[in-house]
């Protein structure tokens, strides 16, 4: 889900940047931007011929995006012969910086900006044509049918040199229009259809007319074509258009944040895949390890349990050798109906605590047959075990009263009493204490044997190994009363 979240924040800030830096709407059908020394139209890919000409500086300044003409007959520009620079109904825009009048040549006293011919006639012939007049120092620029039907506009005030300067013509059947930085100069009735002659190009910088021969000093630069008359909203957007290599540096500059996002987001994901990877497997070497740990519990439960069964069996084996077939046959029915419920309960790694009491009295019931004086045994439970569902571990008290049983009470004289009481600690455990009037430990190594009960041993084993698992902290303390 973050992944998606981060992938639409970008998505919506690069459509942002997008809309921001996006070109005008209005589409050339011929451009050259000679950005970066192009000599290509950049619609068609047509190349186009540079005459003795040298790339130079921009409006903005930047090196190399305007074409600089040096203001003789062999040095010009030729753009080429197609329909996209011949639109009968068009605009043509451009941007030109006059440095020096070039007076040299002959015919009319203008220096060529941009023409292109409409008839094979040495007077009389530009289909459309921008000038620069030497006397008066106008920027101008007409359009002839014939020698009859011509038109023709000049710049209003000085046109000033040494600078650039935003240049419009735009045309119809109807009208002949003319715009300089941005603002109409004037608007005449036209009414003919342009024509072109299909031998000529369209030259930058020379008039290529052998009565009328003139050239240019001066750079030009966005020399743009368009197949329809372009509004005054449209020039002015034209007029106004920032530095595109501007818009390339925020471009740049926008790419390259992203970018950063990207590595930035791609390595968030990447360390958070990777410390999940980890955490993942950390869990699961835990999971092995906890596994591992109830295994153990479950050999150890399963060990505990066939040394309870060697024990009764051997009482079994000595009432039968001995000839008490009523001791054995009770005993036998007893200790059936034991196992018989322990191995239900083995089905379980816990117990409830009413079910263990029930199997730790028929175990006492058992042992009892075994002694001609019975043990008295009794079970106490506080009021907050009663009134609640309490589990406990299975058979982790049997040993221990087996081996008061066993070691303590077996060979004492008169009454064998066995208290086992429970009571709630820490609102956590269960504090479980067992107490026999017995011979007491020291006695029974003498007696019996000199080795510490197997079962007892599994117990402490199963509860450090519950303290592992279920991060607890149970106990065993032994006390002897040595006085009572």
């Not at 987001?265 to 360390?271: C, G, H, K, R």
């Not at 596994?291 to 150890?300: C, D, P, R």
């Not at 510490?452 to 519950?466: N, P």
Request: charge should be neutral.
């Amino acid at each position: 889900m973050c992944l998606n979240k981060s992938a639409f924040y970008i998505i919506c800030l690069c459509m942002c940047i997008h809309t921001c830096m996006a070109q005008l709407d209005i589409k050339p059908s011929a451009k050259f931007s000679f950005d970066n020394a192009k000599d290509y139209d950049e619609v068609s890919n047509r190349k186009i011929k540079l005459v003795n000409v040298n790339f130079t500086d921009d409006r903005f300044g930047n090196t190399d995006n305007a074409v600089f003409v040096t203001g003789h007959d062999q040095s010009y520009i030729n753009l080429g012969n197609y329909p996209a620079l011949k639109p009968t109904t068009g605009s043509i825009s451009l941007w030109v910086k006059i440095y020096e009048e070039v007076w040299s040549g002959r015919g009319h006293y203008i220096n060529p900006v941009i023409v292109t011919k409409s008839t094979v006639e040495n007077d009389f012939y530009e289909s459309y044509a921008i000038y620069y007049a030497l006397y008066g120092d106008k920027i101008s620029t007409c359009a002839t049918r014939d020698s009859i039907k011509q038109i023709s506009i000049s710049s209003a005030g000085k046109f000033e040199r040494f600078k650039w300067h935003h240049l419009v013509i735009a045309y119809n059947d109807d009208y002949f229009t003319f715009y300089i930085d941005g603002k109409k100069e004037s608007q005449v009735i036209k009414g003919y259809r342009t024509r072109f002659l299909s031998t000529d190009s369209v030259i930058v910088g020379v008039t290529a007319n052998k009565k009328n021969a003139r050239y240019l000093m001066a750079a030009v630069d966005d020399i743009l074509f368009y197949s329809k008359v372009l509004t005054e909203k449209e020039v002015c957007e034209l007029y106004e258009a920032p530095d595109p290599n501007r818009r390339k540096v925020m471009m740049m500059w926008v790419s390259e944040i992203v970018m950063l996002l990207g590595i930035t987001l791609v390595s968030y994901f990447f360390i958070r895949y990777r410390v999940k990877k980890a955490v993942k497997k950390e869990k699961r070497k835990y999971e092995l390890e906890n596994k591992l740990l109830e295994t153990e519990l479950k050999v150890n439960r399963a060990s505990m349990n066939p040394h309870f069964l060697f024990n009764s069996l051997n009482t079994l084996h000595n009432f039968i050798l001995s000839e008490e077939t009523d001791n054995a046959s009770n005993y036998l029915i007893k200790f059936s109906k034991l196992v018989r419920k322990i191995l239900e309960s083995n089905m379980h790694d816990s117990i409830s605590l009413k079910l263990e009491i029930e199997i730790l009295e028929q175990y006492l019931d058992i042992e009892n047959l075994r002694f001609k004086e019975n043990i008295q045994y009794t079970f106490v439970l506080d009021d907050a075990l009663m009134s609640s569902s309490v589990n406990i571990p299975i058979m982790i008290l049997q040993p221990f009263i087996e081996n008061a049983v066993w070691h303590g009470l077996l060979t004492k004289q008169g009454d064998k009493l066995i208290t086992v009481s429970f009571s709630l600690y820490k609102d956590k455990y269960i504090y479980c204490v067992i107490e026999d009037n017995g011979t007491g430990r020291k006695t029974a190594k003498t007696t019996f044997l000199e080795k510490t009960s197997l079962a007892t041993g599994f117990v402490m084993q199963r509860l450090e190994l519950l303290n592992k698992i279920h991060d607890l902290n149970c106990t065993i303390v032994i006390e002897d009363k040595p006085n009572n």
